[in-house]
């Protein structure tokens, strides 16, 4: 089913973010979606820069992810991580996938040569067939750092993937916010759209880095048009990933309707899981003036289109 909505800006994270907008990518024209993705988990590894949320959306949109994990490239050989661990010894505990290698390569040469993070996410998009707007938060780089209970101050990835989320978080930073900037793409996304979402990603770890960046916060609450979130909270579950656990590390109660609170300066729809009913009630229309519930999970290809296109349906609905 093709909707015809307008233009529509999904703020995302990596892998639960990419599949709804793997789910808009099948429904609207492509020239009608830009997806601001969050470039907070960026990190040099072997001096490379890894742009992890940039790639998993590019990869999903692109039908080669590895749909195991969500995450890097389908039938992917490690040759390289091997040789590492068995020549050098070296612990290759974030795992780069050969042919994913070649992205880290090309986006490192082309940062090097001059490309800001936008051009460069253009062109390996290109290079994909992706014809959907796929744009990093900002070209600088502002990674997220975790402040934690006994290990102090941690980079993204080493709290996420090298520690598998296990140390308590105290505080979170979304480091050098004050020199990064709106850039025009992403200024343009927000300006022209006519629709803007919010996906079912860590608000914590995945939107509000989005949120940090220098005037989007004004950006996207200048626009007089529906702004939606839909939650990552499920009967008080993440869906995936920590969201539960840091939302009680940080005193927030880990609930739909605590998403729902916390992004309410900025949206004016919420869209719970159909097992939130009860949630949803305890949400007032002075806090969200509208919220409903869906089916939220994405378990494959067909809920993904069904959601997106059920989000949609549900804003055209409200003029
Ligand atoms: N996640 C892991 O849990 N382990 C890994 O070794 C790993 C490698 C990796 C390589 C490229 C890439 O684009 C993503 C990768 N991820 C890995 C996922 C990533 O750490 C997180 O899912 C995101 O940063 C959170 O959105």
Redesign the pocket.
Known sequence: MALNVGKVTLLC???GGAKLAYGLAQIIPPADLSIIVNTG?DFWHYGLR?C??V??VLYTLAGIVNPA?G??LRDESHHVMDALRSRFGVDP????GDA?LATHLFRTDQLQQGATLTELTRHQARSLAVRATVLPMCDEEMPTVLDCADEGLLD??TY??RLRQEPKIRWIRYSNAAKAKLSPAVAKAIAEADVILIAPSNPWL?IAPILHVPGIQEAIRSRNVPKVAVSPIVAGKAIK?PAAQIMQQLGIPARASSVARYYSQWIDGFVFDQQDRDERQTLSSQEIQRSTTMDTLMINSAAKIRLAEEILTWVARWN
């Open positions: 994270g990596g892998v988990d890894i992890p949320d790639d998993t994990t995450w890097g505990w974030f795992q780069l994913d993204f990835q996420f993937v995945s990933g």
